[in-house]
């Protein structure tokens, strides 16, 4: 392709968005983010709520490209390296050879989010989850269960941060999500929007299964550490997931994934 741009020195400005990538994770990339490998470029490619600014290539990569490159908006740039400059670039090594730098859409208050869903409606509500692995994993199962959006308190991480993209394969990019002011912004908004809060603990009062059907459902996950707030669990409705007596609880996200298997309305 003609199009394509050959990179040959780690340091050309044409492609500072992707050098030091590990790096600009921990400080932010002003309203930037890294989409990594084949399935995630697809997913933003498609998503017509995201602009994709650039593109970088591992040069033995582009002859299995041929769907996705004519799908890259002709004003992209498209560049090309060989292995070790690509790894130059990135400041470590890149084995998938595909990384694209995408832009940030302004951020929507979870009150318009939740109004804008329908009636009948699975949200997922975070509560300080902090890992990135964590937080890819449940965007990644609130896709595949149908969830309608997810909603964040502001202590949760970033699921813009790269990592949890590339767990996510790509549905941080397919699902809605809002992050809230507070915690209590959150519930209230949940609240105020009509839907029934369910809070997952392994001290829930109730098995999942037997939670009362609601057209507006909200599942609640805390951190792993702390879980929930107590105060916070005795105003709302509080459900587990039985599992064996001799063994604590899930990973949260894997306890996301049964739970919403639960909930799932497919």
């Not at 890259?72 to 090594?93: E, L, S």
């Not at 998938?96 to 949200?123: K, T, W, Y």
């Not at 308190?153 to 990592?163: A, L, Q, V």
Request: hydrophobic content about 50%; glycine content about 8%; proline content about 6%.
């Amino acid at each position: 392709m003609q199009r394509l741009i050959r990179i040959s020195d780690p340091d050309d400005p044409r492609i500072a968005a992707f050098r030091d990538i590990r790096e600009r994770d921990l400080v932010g990339r002003e309203g930037r983010f890294v989409a990594e490998g084949r399935v995630v470029l697809n997913v933003l490619l498609s998503a017509a709520r995201y602009e994709t600014e650039a593109v970088l290539l591992l040069e033995n990569r582009v002859g299995g490209l041929d769907e996705l490159l004519p799908m890259i908006p002709d004003h992209v740039p498209v560049y090309v390296a060989d292995a070790a400059t690509m790894d130059g670039i990135a400041g470590f090594h890149i084995h998938r050879g595909i990384l694209a730098i995408g832009r940030r859409p302004a951020q929507q208050p979870v009150a318009d989010l939740l109004s804008s869903l329908p009636e009948n409606a699975l949200v997922v509500a975070l509560a300080g989850i902090s890992n990135h692995d964590n937080m890819g994993a449940i965007f990644r199962n609130a896709a595949a269960f149908g969830a309608d959006a997810v909603v964040l308190d502001p202590t949760s991480c970033d699921p813009f941060y790269r990592k949890a993209i590339r767990v996510s394969v790509g549905a941080i990019l397919k699902t809605p999500f809002a992050t809230a002011t507070s915690l209590d912004d959150m519930i209230g908004g949940l609240s105020a929007a009509g839907f029934q809060i369910l809070a997952l603990s392994p001290r829930g009062e109730m098995e999942i299964g037997e939670a009362p059907a609601s057209a507006r459902t909200a599942l609640l996950l805390g951190s792993e550490g702390h879980g929930l707030p107590a105060d916070l669990m005795s105003r709302l409705t509080t459900v587990r997931i039985p599992i064996a007596e001799d063994f604590d609880s899930l990973n949260v996200a894997a306890a996301s994934a049964v739970a919403l298997h639960r909930l799932w309305r497919g």
